[in-house]
């Protein structure tokens, strides 16, 4: 009875890495490029220029969220929201939008959000996250932080799906 569970045990992890590989394969070859009506390639992704609006410690939002901000009310009314201390960015909203990336409440001093990159495909605007956190050896205080970062993006010419990846890193402290 026991060799014939581990048989099957094997028989459905090799099975489950083959499914994984295939899908990995595919997908990645699918999305890595894309033919043009004249039967050319050219990439399928395009990365998107960021500008840094403003960053910081102290947010005064409380949960992990994101917003796309497409006019100058919305901004605004998330800037007082914010209870920012600083003065409100200065943005074109005729030709950018404003990312605004918030990491939530950290329990010490030493935590960041940054936003790594923004890429266009067809119809994903894939935006790339990085929370970084204080690694062992760094020296923090017991206060409760709330990361953000706002952004400004180039507005698309088409509607898109805005999209996130998560990348988490620890900051060493040696």
Excluded at 59 to 71: E, G, P, Q, W
Excluded at 90 to 96: E, G, P, T, Y
Excluded at 104 to 133: C, W
Aim: with cysteine; aromatic share 6%.
């Amino acid at each position: 009875m026991v060799m014939r569970d581990r048989t099957i045990l094997v028989g459905l992890s090799l099975a489950a890495l083959l499914v994984g590989a295939y899908l990995i394969f595919y997908s990645s070859a699918r999305t890595s490029s894309s033919v043009t009506a004249a039967g050319s390639e050219s990439a399928a992704v395009a990365s998107v220029p960021v500008t840094v609006l403003t960053k910081g410690q102290q947010a005064n939002v409380s949960k992990r969220v994101n917003y796309v901000l497409v006019d100058k009310g919305q901004l605004d009314s998330l800037w007082k929201s914010m209870n920012a201390s600083s003065t409100e960015p200065n943005v074109d909203f005729q030709a950018n939008d404003v990312l605004a990336i918030f990491a939530g409440a950290e329990p010490s001093v030493g935590y960041s959000v940054t936003v790594s990159g923004v890429e266009d495909n067809a119809a994903v605007r894939m935006v790339h996250i990085l929370f970084q956190k204080p690694g062992p050896g760094c020296t923090t205080s017991k206060a409760t932080v709330h990361p953000f970062e706002l952004v400004s993006v180039p507005k698309s010419a088409q509607p898109l799906q805005l999209a996130h990846s998560y990348a988490t890193s620890t900051v060493s402290c040696k």
